[in-house]
């Protein structure tokens, strides 16, 4: 790998989706040199001559400009991150050739600090080699060090990964500041990367009529009003607080067309299964939602599964697609009736719990299996 080829970028996301992030890359980036260099659980290296305001991208968690990567000699043996980590910082201390991603920085940045971590977990390094770090990078970068409340961060990462034998350590700058999602979202809220994922998924265009009858906060129809251009969202849900919300989020936002949102968003405070008596005469192209799992809302998964595929059946047009984001476990295929083709689902981890994204099409009546 020779970092000074192109722009190098270390990106993560939410895990199980490396195939997803894969073909997101590559069709987003068709016009411009790129290569996947590591397509890891959860991280993706990349290059690309694309500047990383070209980029684009709204499926990763955080993004980074890649300044030096050393891979392990030790691969296939569990090495103490820590270790290796020093090892980094001590070559970078002693000079790098790619310096230019920690000279350029925003005027809006003054401040920094060094976070080291070991497969995403706070590792211990060399106070004497931080202190050898922090000044190198200050004196570079023009930047002073903050290591309470910093404008940016410089970051030692390692990760083992020894069943494909790409054990490294990367330094690298973050690209993208921003509060944590679990202070910025409502209890339940989907995080605008994996909200994004789900409407890609449903490979919804800005002429279908969408739907997502479990709306809650609003994630679903953000993400397909600003980046897929939807002209027109149906949304459903029965808390009186979420649907309060929701409703006031869409009233004075414009979607990326810059047709006001609140003429093209129509909400109902209802139960999903009042949505077909509601919907009488419209035609729904897609569903993208995620309904209740019991982690926030209780209810009985016997009655409300069967009850959730019948009122889709009822709303969704034959060839219609439907995502569904939903707790790991078989019930959910069981439930899926013979009115629809199962394509796939894409186990992935999400807030330490195991969730899958299941993708399937309703069927013409010829189609259909007999039960």
């Known amino acids: 790998m020779n970092e000074n ?14 195939n997803v992030i894969a073909d997101a890359i590559n069709e987003r980036l068709r ?13 993706v290296l990349f290059e690309t ?10 499926c990763f968690n955080n993004i980074f ?8 000699s030790h691969t296939g043996t569990r090495r103490h991150g820590g270790n290796i980590l020093n090892e980094h910082i001590i070559k970078v201390t002693e000079g790098i050739n790619n310096t230019n991603v920690i000279k350029n920085n925003s005027k809006k940045f003054n401040t920094f600090r060094i976070v080291a971590s070991d497969e995403n977990v706070p590792a211990s390094i060399s ?74 998924l449903a490979n919804i265009k800005h002429s279908d009529t969408v739907l997502d009858p479990f709306c809650g906060y609003g994630s679903i129809p953000e993400a397909a009003f600003k980046y897929f251009h939807i002209t027109n969202f149906i949304a459903c849900d029965n808390d009186s607080e979420a649907a309060k919300y929701s409703t006031a989020r869409f009233k004075k936002q414009k979607s990326a067309s810059g047709m006001d949102c609140k003429d093209k968003f129509k909400f109902y405070k209802t ?33 409300f599964l069967p009850k959730m595929f019948e009122t889709f059946d009822k709303l969704l047009k ?18 899926i009736s013979a009115s629809f083709e199962f394509h796939e689902q894409i186990p992935i981890l999400l807030s330490g719990k195991k969730a899958i994204i299941f993708v399937f099409r309703k069927n013409p009546p010829c189609l259909r299996a007999s039960v």
């Open 65 to 72: 400009a890649v300044i030096s990567v050393l891979e392990d």
């Open 5 to 18: 080829d192109g722009n190098l970028f270390y990106a993560a996301f939410i895990p199980g989706l490396q």
């Open 49 to 58: 001559d694309a500047t990383y305001d070209k980029l684009n991208f709204f």
């Open 271 to 303: 139960d999903f299964c009042e949505l077909p008596a509601l919907l009488k005469g419209i035609t729904i192209d897609a569903i993208v939602t995620d309904p209740p799992w019991g982690h926030f809302k209780e209810y009985d998964e016997d009655l």
């Open 127 to 200: 106070e004497k080699l931080r202190t050898e770090a922090e000044n190198f990078i200050a004196k570079l970068s023009g930047l002073k060090v903050n290591r309470s409340l910093p404008d940016t961060e410089f970051w030692f990462l390692y990760r083992n990964e020894d069943n494909n034998n790409q054990n490294f350590s990367i330094f690298m700058k973050r690209l993208t500041i921003r509060p944590s999602w679990e202070k910025t979202l409502h209890k339940g809220e989907l995080v605008p990367p994996l909200a994004w994922v789900l409407c890609r």
């Open 318 to 335: 034959e060839g219609g697609r439907a995502v569904v984001l939903y707790k790991n476990d078989e019930n959910f295929k069981n439930a």
């Open 31 to 43: 016009n411009n040199e790129v290569k996947i260099h590591k397509l890891l659980d959860g991280a």
